[in-house]
Nanobody, 115 residues
Framework: QVQLVESGGGLVQAGGSLRLSCAAS????????MGWYRRAPGKQRELVAV???????NYADSVKGRFTISRDNAKNTVYLQMNSLKLEDTAVYYC?????????WGQGTQVTVSS
């Protein structure tokens, strides 16, 4: 059973930084895609950033230039460095991993940006 453990969320002032981590366990399969989505209050879940195994990345326009996604394939871990945080970045952030057998989601970690 694939399990994802997220960490790094919390409360931060606008303009501050946070780093999210998501470690996948329970599989020896190659993880093709790892990424982060978020759901803000009253809104639908949206893509934040994804990274494929070869290192190609894709970001939502709203976070380009502020967020950086990276991964450590040896540790099956994906990171999201979030800088210059804005009030509108407040959301629950979910980790996603995609294996050949399917996709798996973390339980989410709350990020709250205050003024």
């Amino acid at each position: 059973q694939v399990q994802l453990v997220e960490s790094g969320g919390g409360l931060v002032q606008a303009g501050g930084s946070l780093r999210l981590s998501c470690a996948a366990s329970g599989t020896s399969d190659s993880i093709n895609v790892m990424g982060w989505y978020r759901r803000a209050p009253g809104k639908q879940r949206e893509l934040v950033a994804v990274i494929i195994r070869g290192g190609i990345t894709n970001y939502a326009d709203s976070v380009k230039g502020r967020f950086t996604i990276s991964r450590d394939n040896a540790k099956n871990t994906v990171y999201l460095q979030m800088n210059s945080l804005k009030l509108e970045d407040t959301a629950v952030y979910y980790c996603l991993t995609v294996l050949a057998r399917g996709e798996y989601w973390g339980q989410g970690t709350q990020v709250t940006v205050s003024s």
